[in-house]
């Protein structure tokens, strides 16, 4: 195969573009190696932008923690946009990869994390670019490469089985590196893709989607998932038990560009206590794990030190909910005001948001507050088991006026199950009372008017939560529920009120493919071939793309968004393990419907089968 020296086709190339920092390489931190003397070559792929994929911080743990290894080379990734891909196609340049500057093709493990739906025609686009038949029934036999996935939307990878090897369920730190020493073994062996897949298939957390045969019933349900190949009938997901002890880098690559988040992150906790019903991460991320204060601490401390970022984030789903907010905040706070490194508090919940917490935030955070409290009646908070009432709403909101606050963000969705006309208009009554009582609270910052922005987003049902047998709204129901949330904002407050929402046809495409099966691939296939890239970015997505390739391949996307669910039917994810059990969604899908709640984890065990799964208790 003739060498092509890639970094002499783009330099003439790089000033027809933009931010072409982004397809050099060469940041301080990256990781080279002398690729004669690694074992195993691993392409981390993710499917968006530079901008987009650095600011993501499984890429940062894994990329580390493979380059630790002294037989592996990590190498990144990422979609060039559609200005430089033009011009790649034009030249024939290949796919590469920003350490080395070489294809992508000749790697000896292409993996992609798939973090969102709407990025799967990226994928397709990216093997294409790379020289890589996308079907991954059309390559040969050969080892390498294999094309692997992990990631979040891994708990249903159906609708991308035709084109990938293997998916990797769960956490990444331990199975990636076994993965990869198995890989190791083999190559030395001369083994055949095949061998090395059914080797790899007795690996926990390890799915190789063609060993395993789909049969359909005439209504278009699943009759059967059936295994071959002597391969597992459930796939279990991968926990770190000890997370308190898992590798963590203590660098970052700092990019020479904008990136979304540009700055020194440390994750503080996995999991969630508060089994909202229609949050796929709170279930697919449990157990709850979380690291001790001085572990937060000193992480952070070593990355800040060591990439010069003067920005830190605590990463999780619901930071506040550390048994040690109070004193790790206090420890990093006179870290970060000593060494004047701004410390940024994502993910703060309404009903634990004190004072005490507040005077701690106030230093790091100006002018605005972001909650969630999901829908705009207690009656459907209730339904949803958010475990927010409108007394913690107020106090909370109270709270924050009185210490100098005067900008709120509130995030809803609509189209909840047992969702009525009542419960979209509570979301505009509640921005109503807010503006209310920021003109009734006597702390008010002086000279500020407030701002209350309303961001509402179309549910989305997802595998693995109590709302997985759940109907999607019709774009017709959503559409009045819109004019009906406009409509019930009063007039005098219509000015201090913002309300945007998404798209609806992006979140029906969401639910199709969260949802969907194995026959959807050939629908993402063609609405590639049709021109589909970017389908997550809003001026990029184009419904016509995937309309004409339901249209052209006889599949319906209402079957899959919009049509309610049996509890008896046969679900696309059923043979993967996430260690939720049926029964346990069943009964919280029956709660809702009554408007009855769940306590929180630390509070009592609600029986998910987390606990028995992993053989220890959560808490």
């Known amino acids: 195969m003739r060498k092509i020296n890639i970094l002499s086709k783009i330099e003439p190339l790089l000033l027809q573009v933009q931010k072409p920092a982004q397809y050099i390489g060469g940041e301080l931190g990256s990781v080279y190696k002398n690729k004669e003397e690694v074992d195993v070559r691993f392409a981390f792929c993710f499917p968006d932008t530079y901008e987009i994929g650095m600011s993501h911080l499984g890429m940062k743990i894994l990329y580390s923690l493979k380059n630790a290894c002294k037989n592996f080379w990590c190498e990144r990734v990422f979609a060039p946009d559609t200005d430089f891909e033009i011009l790649m196609r034009k030249n024939n340049i290949p796919l590469f990869a920003l350490e080395s500057l070489e294809p992508v093709a000749e790697f000896d493990i292409i993996g992609f994390t798939l973090q969102y739906e709407l990025s799967y025609t990226n994928i397709l686009n990216m093997l294409d670019l790379a020289g890589i038949p996308v079907f991954a029934g059309d390559r040969d036999d050969k080892l390498s490469p294999i094309i692997v996935a992990g990631g979040p939307c891994v708990c249903n990878p159906e609708p991308l089985a035709d084109f990938f090897d293997l998916f990797i ?26 061998q090395f897949l059914k080797e790899a298939s007795k690996i926990q957390g390890i799915y190789v989607p063609s060993f395993y045969d789909v049969s359909y019933k005439d209504d278009g349900t699943i009759s059967s998932v059936t295994p071959k190949e002597e391969a597992p009938a459930i796939i279990k997901k991968r926990i770190i038990s000890d997370f308190d002890n898992v590798f963590y880098p203590d660098t970052f690559i700092v990019p020479y560009t904008d990136i979304v988040h540009d700055r020194a992150v440390t994750e503080v906790l996995r999991g969630c206590i508060r089994g909202c019903r229609f949050c796929q991460a709170g279930f697919i991320y449990r157990p709850f794990r979380e690291k001790s204060a001085d572990t937060v601490c000193q992480q952070s401390k070593n990355l800040c030190e060591n990439t010069g970022y003067d920005e830190l984030s605590l990463s999780s789903l619901s930071t506040s909910d550390h048994s040690e907010i109070d004193p790790m905040l206090t420890k990093l706070l006179t870290y970060t005001e000593n060494s004047k490194i701004h410390l940024s508090l994502p993910s703060l919940r309404v009903d634990n948001f004190s004072e005490s917490l507040m005077e701690k935030i106030k230093s790091v955070r100006k002018g605005g507050l972001t909650f969630a409290p999901e829908a705009g009646t207690q009656r459907l908070r209730d339904v949803i088991n958010k475990n927010v009432t409108e007394n913690e709403i107020r106090n909370t909101v109270q709270i924050a006026f009185s210490g100098g606050y005067f900008n709120v963000k509130l995030y809803f969705m609509m189209g909840l ?34 701002q209350v922005s309303i961001s509402v987003a179309t549910f989305v049902p997802k595998p693995f939560t109590p709302f997985q047998w759940e109907p999607q709204a019709t774009e017709e129901e959503v ?59 809003s001026d990029r997505f184009k419904w016509e793309y995937w309309k004409k390739a339901f249209l052209d391949t006889n599949i319906s996307p209402e079957f899959y968004a919009s049509r309610k669910r049996e509890l008896s039917e046969i679900l696309p994810w059923d043979h993967l393990d996430y260690y939720i059990s049926k029964a346990f969604l069943k009964r919280e899908l029956n709660r809702a419907e009554q408007a009855k709640t769940t306590s929180n984890c630390r509070q009592a065990c609600s029986g998910c089968g987390v606990n028995k799964s992993v053989g220890r208790e959560c808490f």
């Open 479 to 537: 559409n009045h529920k819109q004019e009906h949330l406009l409509a019930s904002i009063q007039p005098r407050n219509a000015k201090r009120i913002k309300v945007s929402w998404h798209d609806f046809k992006i979140s029906q495409l969401e639910a199709v493919l969260a949802r969907g099966d194995r026959k959807l691939g050939k629908v993402i296939y063609e609405a590639w071939k049709n021109g589909a890239k970017f389908d997550s970015w």
């Open 417 to 450: 199950p047992t969702e009525t006309d009542e419960d979209i208009a509570g979301i505009a009554h509640l921005a109503d009372e807010i503006v209310n009582m920021y003109f009734q609270s006597a702390n008010r910052p002086k000279g500020k008017m407030v």
């Open 169 to 194: 369920l769960g956490e990444g730190e331990e199975v990636n590196i076994e993965l990869m020493n198995l890989y190791a073994e083999m190559k030395k062996k001369n083994s055949t893709k095949k």
